[in-house]
């Protein structure tokens, strides 16, 4: 079985530009989220989705971040206009239903904005 | 807003030896997991406890659940270097399938 992918594994771009990351989950999954791990701190929760509907959105940092899930299959994480303190390290995680506890992560995006 | 507090955030230790991690919070989780991550990769789930006092064992790892469900410890006996890597602790406020508030990790490093 396929583990949670996510593209690309590294970006780097100039504050102001626009940058789209991508995860798939685990085939089957209904939850997927986003989390974010800035350098020196405790991975964040950004937010949650079960399906294609946003079950909680309490992280997203500001109005700069856009979370879709089209269709309930794979998610994209879009950064527009990025600033400096976007830069940092983007996990995708997925589970199963409605209670599994057990998330599994992908392998991350390392953003730098320069 | 909840928090975890893990300790100790660096350990190097020689192999062999026994070590404890713990992970605390004043808040009260539904489940608390345990993972482990290397450099470039993700999270690897190692273990979930659900319910307080649970006790997991996993080969040479050792997990607990507090029984207030506030804490948690992993404690590793007989480390060797194949043990070292960053042990994060994530816990679930609500029930089932909640985003993770996670620690801040502990640097583990085993010497042969």
């Known amino acids: 079985e396929a583990g949670v992918t996510q593209f690309p594994s590294h970006s780097v771009i100039e504050k102001g530009q626009t940058v789209t990351l991508r995860c798939d989950p685990i085939?089957?999954?209904?939850?997927l989220y986003w989390y974010r791990r800035v350098m020196g701190k405790e991975i964040k929760f950004l937010l949650h989705?079960?399906?294609?509907?946003?079950?909680?959105e309490s992280g997203m940092p500001n109005n700069r971040f856009l979370a879709e899930r089209t269709g309930g299959t794979y998610s994209t994480l879009k950064v527009q206009p990025a600033e400096l303190e976007d830069s940092g390290v983007y996990f995708c995680?997925?589970?199963?239903?409605?209670?599994?506890?057990?998330?599994?992560f992908g392998p991350g995006t390392r953003l730098t904005v320069t | 807003t909840q928090l975890l507090e893990q300790s100790p955030q660096f350990l190097s230790i020689q192999e062999g030896e026994n070590l404890t991690v713990y992970c605390n919070s004043s808040?009260?989780?539904?489940?608390l997991q345990w993972y482990r991550q290397e450099p470039g990769e993700g999270p690897v789930l190692l273990v979930t406890?659900?319910?307080?006092?649970e006790v997991k064992k996993l080969k040479r790892l050792t997990f607990q659940f507090g029984d207030a469900r506030k804490d948690s410890s992993l404690h590793i006996t007989a480390a060797q270097p194949g043990d070292t890597g960053l042990y994060l602790c994530?816990?679930?406020?609500?029930?089932?399938?909640?985003?993770?508030?996670f620690g801040k990790g502990t640097h583990l490093i085993i010497q042969p």
């Open positions: 995680a997925s589970s199963q239903g409605a209670f599994s506890y057990e998330q599994y």
């Open positions: 406890v659900v319910t307080g006092g």
């Open positions: 808040s009260v989780f539904s489940s």
């Open positions: 085939s089957g999954h209904d939850n």
């Open positions: 989705f079960v399906k294609e509907s946003k079950q909680d």
């Open positions: 994530a816990g679930a406020g609500g029930g089932g399938a909640d985003g993770l508030t």
